[in-house]
């Protein structure tokens, strides 16, 4: 399998045709200043020192090592290998709305893209602790089992969206139950619950799950995304081209607000935490430094799946090309060049 640890960058890869753009202008605007000279036999005599097949070289071996570079900062990753960990740390369950309402984008870019974001963040300062997601909307089922491969975890992560649930709405019942179904089958004392939401819930059995959570002993956790004013709810075609908003069976626009009052009231029944994520994605750090401060207890021996990097391959490669661009001269050393120039 082959996959980047940081594809961000490849976003970058976009400075090689403007590289290639430059060393062509370059080359044009030197011609022409050449044909402005004069007779273009006698400008070709006195230019007879340069040797432009090694000035192409020279640019197409930068702009290749440059390209290299940029592949090797997004950090390739080909070839697994099985490891196994004996790790201590929770059991971390995350629920994730994926309720139309989350494409809503009072949170930059979206709720759910803000969301997604907030997660990889908590999973890259876990160690040790047992992670797994819930997929909830109208239904709602268990996307990724507690697992300390974070690789994995982040895979299934990305995967998530309104598209891949078969029922819309939001049951909040029904993701309480399966992720402490979930919670349950690791059997650990230290459990920790995350619903990500917007809080609106269209369903009646969230406060019988509620209960279970506090007789089980889970901690619960909300992370409200979005704003409490109205807004739209985008809708995408195939191409994830906007084609306009949500609307009712009577044409009107559906509007989204967040849900957080409804979230507190149940939150003080089980003595739940409320964490209000702002419009920059405040407020969710201190919740990370709380969940990853906690004492753990020791899991079971498990066996990961590691990618091995392989960027070296590719900065070897970019260094190589810059030292044989170095080694290459643009002037032609040979006497023939300088016969007959001065005649």
């Not at 002037?331 to 005649?343: D, K, S």
Request: glycine residues 8%; negative net charge; proline residues 3%.
């Amino acid at each position: 399998m082959f996959r980047f640890g940081a594809p961000e960058w490849l976003l970058a890869l976009l400075v090689v045709p403007a590289m290639v753009a430059v060393f062509w202008y370059a080359a044009w605007s030197r011609r022409n200043a050449l044909a402005s000279f004069g007779d273009s036999a006698l400008m070709d005599r006195l230019a007879a020192s340069v040797s432009l097949p090694a000035r192409r070289a020279k640019a197409i071996l930068r702009v290749t090592a440059v390209a290299l570079t940029l592949v090797a900062l997004a950090r390739p990753q080909f070839g697994t290998r099985i490891e196994t960990v004996r790790s201590v740390g929770q059991d971390i369950m995350i629920a994730v709305d994926l309720s139309q309402s989350m494409l809503a984008e009072d949170v930059a870019p979206n709720r759910l893209e803000r969301a997604r974001l907030a997660i990889f963040r908590l999973m890259s300062q876990l160690d040790g602790d047992r992670i797994g997601l819930v997929a909830f909307a109208g239904t709602a089922f268990v996307q990724s089992p507690l697992t300390i491969d974070y690789s994995a975890a982040a895979l299934f992560l990305g995967a998530m969206h309104p598209d891949i649930m078969p029922v819309q709405g939001t049951d909040f019942g029904e993701a309480l139950e399966v992720a402490l179904d979930a919670l349950d089958e690791g059997a650990r004392d230290a459990r920790v619950l995350i619903m990500v939401t917007d809080g609106e819930d269209h369903e009646q059995r969230f406060g019988e799950e509620m209960q279970r959570a506090r007789r089980s002993g889970v901690q619960v956790y909300f992370v409200v995304f979005g704003s409490t004013e109205g807004v739209p709810i985008p809708l995408y075609d195939d191409q994830g081209q906007r084609e306009g908003f949500l609307r009712d069976e009577e044409g009107n626009v559906v509007t989204t607000r967040v849900g957080e009052e409804t979230l507190a009231n149940f939150g003080r029944l089980i003595d739940a935490k409320v964490v209000r994520v702002g419009a920059g994605g405040t407020g969710f750090e201190d919740l990370v430094d709380e969940i990853a401060s906690k004492d753990g207890e020791v899991l079971d021996d498990q066996q990961i799946t590691q990618f091995e990097q392989q960027y070296q391959i590719f900065l070897g490669l970019a260094l190589l090309l810059l030292i044989a661009e170095l080694m290459i001269s643009e002037r032609r050393r040979t006497p023939e060049a300088w016969l007959g120039r001065f005649e």
